[in-house]
T-cell receptor
């Protein structure tokens, strides 16, 4: 079982729709959860972080965390073609004095005009 | 203008040659990281450093070496011992090495070894 799992996609949604991206993780000690957006050929860009159960909203983005189910998701409302990218889920586990960030392989999102 | 810079953007080398990738940050971050990204895979940690003159191996450190002589700089050397060096290399930094601290990435260096 991979430590951080994401559906590789591609996920295709029409412009204006809600895109829902999902991520599961295996380590119950996980403390911090991040979503990165990566355009083709570019480096990852942090778009959301979430640390406690529930929802966190930032503009068109909402991150949802359920630690009991070991599940974190990202919703993108009013999707735009410019949202087309690969979205990486990252989970940080604090082990002793060091942190350990684990990344999923990413979900490729295509928003069609 | 604060940020993380990596150079060069593209690098081509012959097998058997060592190559050093540069990473500099002016964010005053304590922690710095090197990741490798291969197609269809998640980022994998090569090395990380939480303070100057100290660094730890990540999951795939074999064939790589680093140094942290200055807070701002964390160069990565890909040695000839690295069996599959062709990849996209990403440097990141965070305010501290704690679990709650967000990591920010540089633009990356794409290394091709033939």
């Amino acid at each position: 079982q991979k430590e951080v799992e994401q559906n590789s996609g591609p996920l295709s949604v029409p412009e204006g729709a809600i895109a829902s991206l999902n991520c599961t993780y295996s380590d119950r000690v996980s403390q911090s959860f991040f979503w990165y957006r990566q355009y083709s050929g570019k480096s990852p860009e942090l778009i959301m972080s979430i640390y406690s159960n529930g929802d966190k909203e930032d503009g068109r983005f909402t991150a949802q965390l359920n630690k009991a189910s070991q599940y974190v998701s990202l919703l993108i409302r009013d999707s735009q073609p410019s949202d087309s990218a690969t979205y990486l889920c990252a989970v940080n586990v604090r082990r002793r004095n060091n942190n350990d960030m684990r990344f999923g392989a990413g979900t490729r999102l295509t928003v069609k005009p | 203008d604060g940020g993380i810079t990596q150079s060069p953007k593209y690098l081509f080398r012959k097998e058997g040659q060592n190559v050093t990738l540069s990473c500099e940050q002016n964010l005053n971050h304590d922690a710095m990281y090197w990741y490798r990204q291969d197609p269809g895979q998640g980022l994998r940690l090569i090395y990380y450093s939480q303070i100057v003159n100290d660094f730890q191996k990540g999951d795939i450190a074999e064939g790589y070496s680093v140094s942290r002589e200055k807070k701002e700089s964390f160069p990565l050397t890909v040695t000839s011992a690295q069996k599959n060096p062709t990849a996209f290399y990403l440097c990141a930094s965070s305010l501290s090495g704690g679990a709650r601290y967000e990591q920010y990435f540089g633009p990356g260096t794409r290394l091709t070894v033939t």
